[in-house]
């Protein structure tokens, strides 16, 4: 929690664009901030793992160490998919609020998350979503499907788009938890996730879902460029020649992929998608790869913070990470607010 | 809203009452009778209704006392009962805040009053262990709370802001998360009753349960009734208020009192049952073709809405009954959204 903010203050806060040596510093200072915060992910637990048994863990393993058992097959895991999570849903969050040029925009709220943990826990009570790629194709498709709705109620006003996206959030809500009260054996397996939460996960097979998520981040990175000059408007895009129905048409792509792959590993965890691109947004004053490529680096770092804090916040055990990430997010979304005021909206 | 003007009087039907006469729209009074039949129906059905249906003769029997049935008074009375009463409470409160806030979205399940009080509950209920009278307190103090933090917050966007809205969706998703830490903290037992009514239930209720919150809605429905007149008056604008001799300041207090306790006793039993609050104002409003929001079309509404989603989540699953708050959920939601489709085909 604390490496953020730190080190949005840390730059200068001019108006301009970086020069390329801020941006260096600033591209350092963040992988420095995510090593901290893996080490921190991989050290901190109900199993309090002694530093200096970290690096004998990974390099020199020994399988009679509880230790190196923990760190390998544990923790490591799931700080791999802490990062993941972190990077997909703040690279969503970016790309969605480029794209619609609106402040609030966000996967968690505007519904996507809860289509693809609907589509998820419907898909386990009918049976079907035993395997990563079953998992991964309902996310995705619920995640399509809550987009296009809630899109197609709220495009014409940024209110209207964030009310759809709570309507329909509870809605979908409401019906998932009627159908995990109706089959135990699912309420049982996604007790945790439904809430949104990485525990637990780090035991499964996690391939196909990391793989999806690497290769939307890197489509992210590809399309970003294009996304800059849409950002600035459809006739000024059309000017630069970009294609501006071909970018919107692979972002909404990219988007739907981040969040649905991201929520069928972790459940749906809201608000990190909002907090990291208006932490970056100082930073990177209106450069789409630039916002892209930080959010990539920012994003983990959130996630993982808001994951160690969530195994020791409580002494009887773990609290699904997302119970963390909302109170880091609600007020996120307050200050929003009263920055941007009602005007914007 | 646009409504065919009608000429004022032939739509109006005199209705004296203790040698004054009042005026009430034909058609509002159309839906009160109509919404009073409808819930007389409901609840008939909801007495009957069960693992094995009654008939019409056992339910008349058992009401009159004639034919005794302790599964009809004792069990599906209080429920049918319970499903009239918190609902024409969580409609009034609907319909208050949607007045103050002159904003169908400003309602108290959207802006997180319902979480925080159901907070208070818990807190009361992990914490200090408390009776039912001091869970009711509890809960009543968490939705003035939170009803406080949401206005302190968003003041200097003003009381019908859009901002009031979604700093209390805000407020909402904290308060809602804070909520499952407090669960998950607990005790296995005492969470596995919170978890219950998490999503608001009225399973399980009865008569014991229910003299208490009844005597207090009774008393803030009695209050509402009252203060109706400037309530309305005070949706016109501050200007026109303060001109037609509304005490603004002491009347927002009031009414924000009330909302937030109806909310409140309903929470402290049946948990947060949400969308009532949204939904049945603006219903009754359409039906009413009234200008502003209406309260007694708002209780009506909110009563006949929970009793068919209570007879709904009882029916959907059967022999295993859902959380209510399950249903409204989905049935709001789903409302809601129709709301706003309807908003964009008319522009």
């Known amino acids: 929690m604390s490496t953020a903010p730190t080190q949005a203050g840390s730059a200068p806060p001019t108006r301009n664009a970086p020069s390329r040596i801020g941006r260096s510093a600033v591209l350092a200072g963040g992988l420095v901030a995510l090593l901290a915060a893996i080490v921190a992910s991989i050290a901190v637990g109900a199993e309090s793992v002694p530093l200096g048994q970290i690096w004998p863990a990974l390099t020199d393993f020994d399988p009679l160490s509880g230790d190196h058992l923990v760190v390998r097959d544990i923790r490591v895991p799931r700080t791999l998919l802490g990062i993941a999570v972190g990077a997909a849903l703040a690279v969503a969050g970016a790309l969605i609020q480029t794209l619609s040029r609106n402040p609030l925009a966000e996967p968690g709220i505007l519904g996507v998350t809860h289509g693809a943990g609907f589509a998820l826990t419907l898909g386990a009570a009918l049976g079907l979503a035993g395997t990563a790629l079953g998992e991964l194709g309902l996310g995705v498709a619920g995640a399509v499907l809550a987009t296009v709705l809630v899109y197609a109620v709220g495009r014409h006003s940024t209110l209207r788009l964030l009310l759809a996206g709570v309507a329909l959030s509870a809605v979908l809500q409401g019906v998932s938890l009627g159908v995990r009260l109706t089959s135990p054996d699912t309420l049982d397996k996604y007790r945790f996730w439904s809430v949104g939460s990485l525990a637990g996960r780090e035991q499964t097979d996690l391939t196909i879902p990391l793989v999806a998520i690497a290769l939307a981040l890197v489509g992210a990175l590809l399309v970003a460029r294009s996304l800059n000059a849409v950002a600035l408007g459809e006739t000024v895009a059309h000017t630069l020649g970009a294609n501006v129905a071909r970018v919107r048409t692979v972002t909404l792509v990219l988007i739907t992929v981040l969040a649905g792959a991201a929520t069928a590993v972790a459940g749906p965890i809201l608000f990190v998608g909002l907090i990291v691109p208006h932490l970056l947004r100082r930073l990177t004053v209106g450069s789409v790869p630039w916002l892209v490529t930080l959010s990539m680096i920012v994003g983990p770092i959130l996630m993982l913070a808001a994951d160690t804090i969530s195994r020791v916040v409580l002494h009887t055990g773990e609290v699904p990470v997302a119970i963390v990430t909302a109170f880091l997010g609600g007020p996120m979304l307050i200050w929003v607010v009263r920055r941007y005021g009602a005007g914007s909206l | ?347």
């Open chain 2, 1 to 347: 809203m646009t409504t065919t003007e009608s000429p004022k009087r032939t739509a109006q039907v005199r209705v004296p009452v203790r040698g004054r006469a009042w005026w009430i729209e034909r058609r509002t009074l159309g839906v009160v009778v109509g919404c009073a039949v409808a819930m007389l129906v409901l609840g008939f059905v909801g007495l009957s209704f069960g693992s094995s249906w009654s008939t019409p003769g056992e339910v008349l029997g058992a009401l009159t006392g004639t034919q005794p049935s302790v599964v009809i008074v004792e069990w599906r009375g209080p429920r049918v009962v319970a499903a009239i009463l918190f609902g024409a409470a969580l409609g009034v409160a609907g319909a208050i805040f949607q007045n103050l806030t002159r904003n169908p979205m400003g309602s108290p399940d959207i802006i997180g009053l319902d979480a925080g009080a159901y907070t208070g509950a818990l807190l009361v209920m992990t914490v200090f262990t408390g009776a039912t009278t001091t869970v009711a307190f509890g809960s009543v103090v968490g939705g003035l709370l939170t009803a406080a933090l949401v206005y302190a917050l968003s003041r200097s966007g003003g009381l019908s802001g859009m901002r009031l809205v979604v700093i209390g969706i805000a407020v909402n998703a904290m308060v809602t998360a804070l909520n499952n830490w407090l669960v998950l903290r607990a005790e296995l037992e005492v969470a596995m009753a919170a978890v219950g009514w998490n999503s608001g239930s009225l399973n399980g209720i009865d008569w014991d349960d229910l003299i208490l919150p009844f005597s207090v809605i009774a008393v803030l429905l009695a209050l509402a009734s009252l203060r109706a007149q400037a309530l309305h008056q005070s949706a016109l604008g501050d200007a026109v208020a303060v001109a037609t001799g509304v005490g603004l300041e002491r009347q927002r207090l009031l009414m924000v009192f009330i909302g937030v306790g109806c909310t409140a006793t309903v929470t402290s039993v049946a948990g947060p049952v949400a969308f009532i609050a949204l939904a049945a104002p603006q219903i009754g409003r359409r039906l009413a073709r009234a200008p502003g929001v209406p309260l007694l079309p708002a209780a009506l509404c909110g009563a006949v809405l929970l009793q068919l989603a209570d007879l709904i989540a009882q029916m959907l699953l059967a022999p295993v009954s859902l959380p209510v708050g399950v249903v409204t959920t989905a049935i709001g939601g789903c409302y809601l959204i129709w709301l706003l489709a309807q908003e964009v085909r008319r522009r």
